[in-house]
């Protein structure tokens, strides 16, 4: 490669400014998942302000650009973006804090475009001394099953030409600023949606003769639901099935007539998973039916599990180790959260990794998808350079 990892830092610090600029209007223009029209739009407004081809309206507001090196090169790559936001109103009182009532860039998807900008700015710079073929992908509704991974797949943005690998940034407010966190193998667990109604008959509190109580029922499901994990499933595989949310609409002395329960089951391994599946209704049917209710059991099928493939995510430790300095690179730990990069994962070589955005001495603390959640900004010169970094060696082949 003729292009040094100094020449891609400098360009970082030369777009800073610009970059930080961006995460900012995106912060403070927040959209929910299938609903990222504005922020779409603004997106396509820099690309052509900037030159850079693109194609819209994929999966709804979804963008993918294409940047060709003038060097010559068949190798094709992707870099992903998630474009939006959650339903949480923000608590921080941050010049750029959203506009948009309920509505917040809690999980960093505005510094995670942010930075894809910017690395479209330095790679489209740096042009002249790259070849291949590179796709710039911004997709909505990562929050949200089935997730907008998918959608765009179906769409095809990973065909014509054909993606030979693919990769992902999160932020990650547990990892100081300056530090990357990167993993080998399964690293984050599929999700399913689990929604149970459990019906019985309701009535008088003080006449439990004459009601069949979905309170009570709904109690020893939720227990009994919790041999699955603990005696059926594997214990080298790890699982989780948790319940958010209970809904009895009942009174001190009224049972009602059913109760809802929402909750999540997670793991790493399919068969197993849909071996899980059945379990949970068979056991909350059982369960219901033994006690003279019933229950309607309903699983959404969300996320699957994701993987980095290992040669590609060897190859961006020795890049990371390059551009950040190898006493920056943080082994991740299995996470039970997901994910729908995964989607990706499942279909052609996967790296999805963290950016350290963590910073006490300013209060940069809190956790993601929480209404206090924030970044040390200049994890986004990092973010940028990186990402344009890591693309122009998968290019060359360096």
């Known amino acids: 490669m003729q292009i040094s990892v100094e020449r891609i830092k400098q360009l970082a610090k030369e777009y800073f400014s610009e970059i930080q600029a961006i995460r900012r209007h995106l912060h403070i223009h927040p959209e929910l998942s299938m609903q990222e029209h504005a922020t779409s739009a603004f997106i396509r407004q820099n690309l ?4 850079i081809p693109y194609k819209a309206g994929i999966a709804g507001t ?5 940047l060709t090196g003038e060097k010559p090169g068949s190798k094709v790559f992707a870099l992903r973006a998630d474009m939006d936001a959650l339903p949480i109103e923000e608590a921080g009182q941050a010049p750029y804090k959203s506009i948009n009532q309920g509505t917040m ?4 998807h505005d510094a995670h475009m942010a930075c894809l900008l910017g690395a479209a700015r330095i790679l489209q710079a740096t042009s002249p001394h790259w070849g291949g073929t590179l796709k710039l992908v911004f997709q909505p509704s990562e929050e949200s099953v089935p997730g907008g991974a998918s959608l765009m797949i179906k769409e095809g943005i990973l065909e014509n030409p054909r993606v030979d690998g693919i ?6 407010p547990m990892i100081p600023v300056g530090k990357i966190g990167v993993r080998n193998g399964i690293y984050m667990a599929s999700a399913d949606e689990i929604y149970l109604k459990v019906i019985g008959k309701g009535g008088h509190g003080a006449m439990p003769q004459n009601i069949i109580d979905p309170v009570l ?3 020893h499901i939720i227990v009994g639901l919790q041999q699955i994990v603990s005696r059926n499933g594997t214990p080298w595989i790890p699982s989780v099935l948790s319940f958010g949310k209970i809904s009895a609409d009942g009174r001190t002395n009224v049972i009602p007539s059913e109760v809802k329960i929402e909750g999540t ?3 790493f391994n399919e068969e197993w998973r849909a071996l899980a599946h059945e379990k949970i209704e068979a056991i909350a049917k059982g369960i219901a039916r033994s006690m003279g209710g019933d229950c309607d059991v309903n699983i959404l099928k969300g996320y699957p599990f994701l993987i980095n493939h290992a040669s590609l995510t060897n190859n961006f430790r020795k890049y990371a180790a390059e551009y950040a300095g190898s006493e920056n690179l943080v082994e991740l730990e299995l996470s039970m959260t997901s994910e729908d990069f995964a989607w990706y994962s499942q279909q052609v070589p996967a790296c999805f990794y963290r950016l350290g955005t963590r910073n006490e001495k300013l209060g940069v603390v809190s956790n993601i998808h929480t209404p206090t959640f924030d970044i040390d900004e200049s994890a986004l010169e990092t973010g940028s350079g990186l990402m344009a970094w890591f693309a122009l060696c998968e290019l060359t082949g360096s």
């Open 265 to 267: 089951f997670r793991t």
């Open 48 to 51: 052509e302000n900037w030159g």
């Open 62 to 66: 979804g963008v993918v650009a294409v």
């Open 217 to 219: 029922i709904a109690s």
């Open 105 to 108: 860039h809690a999980c960093g």
């Open 167 to 172: 990769a992902g940034q999160h932020v990650a």
